[in-house]
Structures are given as structure tokens and as C-alpha cells.
């Protein structure tokens, strides 16, 4: 639609003069093509006496007038479709031109809500996924892929340790934590994915294969599949009807306890049972490897009950008590780093504003990373140890930093550690600045993170944030500081600065664990697709042409028709009720009754 006004407007003086002749010199090739054979066949059957003079006269004057005949009927059909061209009104240009800013616009809208939604073109990616292999596209690169597989693979090796989804180790209860904010709000903080993933690690760590030889264990191993919670809870209380069961006690505390009070009862009696399992299976563990599975899952079991006891004391209060049950944890089951215990012990030290402890379980798990290969990095690295470290050299410069004097006389020996560290921490995790200086809503974290996105900076940010508050000056270095990490490291991400390369799978996997009414932080910000800029661009122009042809006619459409208008109409008609005027060329139609 957009082409035709423009064809009209700016190609057709020039273009159709042009198609004219080119048509004419086609066809007049083709009949010079024509007579010559008709002139060889003539001269052909004359010279072999098959047919008379009068024959081959009567051949070369239905050639001419065939010629003849074509040129006139080429060159009316030009003139035709040249007089439709100049008897378009303008009204018909405004419906052209209007419904082309309507179309492009719904397909603005959509492509923008595509976008916002998905992270990608809609176009874009039915072109690519669709159309191309359709049409026998082949990746350019494919030799290069070919020659740099080793490297591929060690890069997607890498970016898929990045985006493992890990336990959150500092989950909040669904009982007495969630489902408040559920009865409080009407929304739902977990996503089904989240809670699924919560299920089968329940079915990890809380059962095994000889659990059908307990009538209790095996109603258990049914509960935890179950996705109706109520269900789950029926099913725990009949398993204690039967006898006592540490596993239903910890999915009561876990979903029924409306309290951390009564979650802490639960746990409790959880303890005893799973202290007594853990005796036993210990004993037996040797014996076969249906009984080693039985001790493993005894010890996951006792392991978590501690863990979550030792949770509970801290939010009531206990936190001196918590510390000690997180050491004695750590000191007896070394090897269970699943847990990620070390990350409670740090947020209970930093409660106590005990420094010097959270400096000694840093220099534990915080190695540096040249001291290791280039594929450590899934070691016990996250944004609490890195914002942590950054947050004790910070606090031995935040309350005497000011910009000014910084920028005046450099910074100070204590001072770039500070800001080393802070950029350390950002291109690790650059989502946590932004709710660490509330410049984005914080809301309650998910039962599994991943690392280096955004559902772990609001884990961080949920249990940290208070910290970083409570040590002078902090945030505002913080907020001098963060920002430029992002000069040293390369754009595009093809190789990272400190750590590996950003992953790029960290958007798809955030927006799976986080509710919908949470607006997911994407870095690096995604730049608009192609499609979207050329469609605002189409509608934008499009709707101008069309108001300007509608408010200016005169200045929107060739001179010829302005003046016909005028000779049919007057000088005031409206070009609404304007009726084409008849052909009164005579020469045409002399030309077109030959």
C-alpha cells in the first residue's frame, strides 16, 4: 500500500515513460524476430518451388500488420493503466495509506508485547526457526563451528554449569512464610516449576528404594509426588497414624505449621526419630547396597532437620544458638556442601556484627579464582560470598568515603580494594545493586535460585539488605561504584573480565522460577529487535502520509489530476465526489479501432 502512493507520487512520471519503452522495444524485437523467420520460411519454400510469390507476400503483410496490431494494443494498454493511475482520488490514497498505519501498528503492538514477554522477535524467530529451512538456509559459519568445536563445547560445558538451578539455602518456609503472603495478598509467590522442582528434591533426599519394606515410608513416597498440598498433608497424617515418621513430620512443619513456633515443635520431633534412623542405618550400611541408599537417605533427612532447626532459631531470635547448630553441622557432615550450610552460617555471623568469623569462613570458600583452573568456576562461588567480601572491605572505608575528596586526591590504597571487590561482586551477579539501593521492588525469594541471575540477587538482597544498612556508608559506595564494572568489561560479552562470560540463559530460566507479577531483570539489556523499529518507523510514516493527504490534496497528488478536478468540479469541489473524466484523446481512438 505504502509502495503504491510513492509509485504514484514520486516513480510514475519517470517510471512509466520507461516501462513504456521498454515494452515497445520487447515487442519489437520479438516481431523483428518474428519476420525473419517468417522471411527465411518464404524465401525457404520459394526457392524450392513449394509455393508461389503470392504466398510469401501475403506471409510478410500478415507480419506487419501482426506488428502493427501489437504496438497499437501495447502502447493503449499503457495509456490505460496510465489514465487509472491519474483518476485515483485522494480519498482513495487516505484509505490506502491509513489502513497501512493501522496494520503496521497492530503489528507494532505485537511485536513489542512478544518482546517484552519472550525476549526475542516474533518475526525474527518464525524467519529463522521456519522460513529459512524452508528456503535451504545453511549457516554461514557452520566451517568455522566445525573448526572451533573443542571451544564450543567447552563454552557450552561452561554455560550449562552456570545455569544449574541450585536450592535456595536460606528458603523461607511454605507454611508459616508463603501462604501468609499468599492469605495477605491473593498472590502467589512460587511458580509451579519452582514447587516442582522442590518436589523431586524432596524425592532425592527423602526416599529410596527400600522405603516400600515401611508402610509409613511408603505412604511418604506417595505424599511427596502429590501436587495437591492438602493431599500431602492427608497423606502425612495418616503415615504417623501407622507410626511415628520423621519425613511426615518434616513435610507438617514444612506446609502445615502456620507458625515457625510450630515449625520448630515439628522439626524437634522430626529429630528424634531421625536421630534414632541415622544410629541404625549406620550400623548397617555395609551390609548391602539397599542399605547404604536406606543410611544416605537417613542422613539427608537428619542433615535437613538440623539444618531447618537451625533456621528456625535464628528467625526467632536465637541467633548465638543458631551459629553453634550451623558449626556443629558443618564439623560433622563436611562433605554435604549441597546444603550450602556456610551461606546461613555467614548471614547469622553478620547478624552478630562478628567480622572477624565471616572473614575466616571467606578466606574457606572464597578461593581465588587464579588458583584454579578455568572450569572451577562451579565452585562454591555465589552472590552471597562475593557481596560479602565486597561488604567487609567496604566497611573499612564507607564511612569516611565522600566522591569529591576521592576524585580530588585519587583514591586510597583501602579504598580501590573496596571498589575492586564491589566490581568483583557486580560482574558476578549485576542484578543485586539495583534492590541492595531499592531501586527495584524487592519480593519474597523462590525455593531454587540460579546462580548469577535474578532470583538469586532477591534471595541475597531479602536476608542481606539489613546488613548492608546497618554498616555506615556502605550503600553509598555502593551506589558511587557499581556502575563501573560495566566499562571494564568487553561488549559484546565474548569473554568475561573476572569471571566466565555472562551466560545468556539466565532470562528463560528467571522467568520459571519467579511469579508473573514479578518484571524480571535481564542483563545485558537486549537491544530492540530490527522488526519492531522498522514496523514503528512503517506505521509513523504512513499515518503521516495519510494525514497530510487528507488535509492537503492539492500538494498530495499530481498536477494533471488537480487540474482535471478543477475542469469537472470548479475550483471548489470536494475531491470525494470526484468522477474519473472520459478518454477524449482522438488520436487514441483512432489508435485503438484501427
Known amino acids: 500500500m505504502l509502495f503504491g502512493w510513492v509509485f504514484y507520487r514520486v516513480l510514475r512520471p519517470s517510471v512509466l515513460p520507461v516501462i513504456n519503452e521498454c515494452v515497445m522495444n520487447a515487442v519489437s524485437v520479438c516481431f523483428e524476430g518474428l519476420s525473419h523467420s517468417m522471411n527465411e520460411c518464404s524465401c525457404v519454400c520459394c526457392m524450392a518451388n513449394h509455393c508461389p510469390d503470392q504466398l ?80 535451504g538456509g545453511v549457516d554461514s559459519g557452520s566451517n568455522t563451528h566445525s573448526n572451533n568445536s573443542s571451544g564450543d563445547s567447552e563454552s557450552s560445558r561452561q554455560s550449562v554449569s552456570e545455569c544449574k538451578v541450585w536450592r535456595n539455602p536460606l528458603n523461607l518456609f511454605r507454611g508459616a512464610e508463603y501462604n501468609r503472603y499468599t492469605w495477605v495478598t491473593g498472590r502467589e509467590p512460587l511458580t509451579y516449576y519452582d514447587m516442582n522442582l522442590s518436589a523431586q528434591d524432596h524425592q532425592t533426599f527423602f526416599t529410596c528404594d527400600s522405603d516400600h519394606l515401611r508402610p509409613a515410608d511408603a ?25 511415628d515418621c520423621a519425613t511426615a513430620y518434616i513435610l507438617l512443619a514444612e506446609e502445615e505449621a502456620t507458625t515457625i513456633v510450630e515449625a520448630e515443635r515439628l522439626f524437634k520431633q ?26 544416605r537417605r537417613d542422613t539427608n533427612v537428619l542433615v535437613y532437620i538440623k539444618r531447618r532447626l537451625a533456621m528456625c532459631s535464628r ?55 587464579e588458583l584454579f583452573s578455568s572450569t572451577d568456576i562451579s565452585l562454591p562461588k555465589s552472590a552471597t560470598i562475593c557481596y560479602t567480601a565486597a561488604l567487609l572491605k567496604a566497611r573499612a572505608v564507607s564511612d569516611k568515603f565522600s566522591p569529591e575528596a576521592a576524585s580530588r586526591r585519587g583514591l586510597s590504597t583501602a579504598e580501590m580494594n573496596a571498589v575492586e571487590a564491589i566490581h568483583r561482586a557486580v560482574e558476578f551477579n549485576p542484578h543485586v545493586p539495583k534492590y541492595l539501593l531499592e531501586m527495584k521492588s524487592l519480593i519474597l525469594p523462590p525455593e531454587h535460585i540460579l546462580k548469577r541471575g535474578d532470583s538469586e540477587a532477591i534471595a541475597y ?134
Open 56 to 135: 510469401c507476400k501475403v506471409k510478410q503483410s500478415e507480419v506487419s500488420s501482426s506488428k502493427r496490431f501489437f504496438h497499437t494494443s501495447s502502447s493503449s494498454a499503457m495509456h490505460v493503466l496510465s489514465m487509472f493511475l491519474n483518476t485515483l482520488t485522494p480519498k482513495f490514497y487516505v484509505a490506502l495509506t491509513g489502513t497501512s498505519s493501522l496494520i503496521s501498528g497492530l503489528i507494532l503492538i505485537f511485536e513489542w508485547w512478544y518482546f517484552r514477554k519472550y525476549g526475542t522477535s516474533f518475526i525474527e524467530q518464525v524467519s529463522v526457526s521456519h522460513l529459512r529451512p524452508l528456503l
Open 219 to 243: 505412604i511418604m513416597q506417595k505424599a511427596w509426588r502429590e501436587r495437591n498440598p492438602q493431599a500431602r498433608i492427608s497423606a502425612a497424617h495418616e503415615a504417623l497414624d501407622l507410626e
Open 270 to 295: 522430626a529429630l528424634k526419630i531421625g536421630e534414632n534412623c541415622y544410629r541404625r542405618s549406620q550400623h548397617t550400611q555395609h551390609h548391602s547396597s539397599q542399605y547404604e541408599a536406606q543410611h
Open 315 to 369: 528467625k526467632l531470635g536465637r541467633t548465638r544458638e543458631a551459629v553453634k547448630m550451623m558449626r556443629d553441622l558443618m564439623k560433622e557432615f563436611p562433605l554435604l556442601s549441597m546444603f550450602n550450610i556456610h551461606e546461613n552460617l555467614l548471614e547469622s555471623l553478620l547478624e552478630l556484627q562478628n567480622y572477624a568469623d565471616v572473614q575466616a569462613v571467606l578466606a574457606k570458600y572464597d578461593v581465588p579464582n
Open 461 to 594: 538482597t531479602f536476608t542481606h539488605l539489613q546488613h548492608w544498612k546497618r554498616i555506615e556508608g556502605a550503600l553509598n559506595l555502593l551506589h558511587c561504584t557499581w556502575e563501573g564494572t560495566f566499562r571494564m568489561i568487553p561488549y559484546p560479552l565474548e569473554k568475561g573480565h573476572l569471571f566466565y562470560p555472562y551466560p545468556v540463559c539466565t532470562e528463560t530460566a528467571d522467568r520459571e522460577l519467579l511469579p508473573m507479577f514479578h518484571e524480571v531483570s535481564v542483563y545485558p539489556k537486549k537491544e530492540l529487535p530490527f522488526f519492531i523499529l522498522f514496523t514503528a518507523g512503517l506505521c509513523s510514516f504512513t499515518a503521516m502520509l495519510a494525514l497530510l493527504t487528507h488535509q492537503f490534496p492539492e500538494l498530495m497528488v499530481s498536477e494533471h489530476f488537480v487540474r482535471s478536478t478543477q475542469l469537472h468540479h470548479g475550483e471548489g469541489g470536494e475531491y470525494s465526489s470526484f468522477q474519473p473524466l472520459a478518454p477524449a484523446d482522438s488520436d487514441l481512438i483512432e489508435r485503438t479501432h484501427f
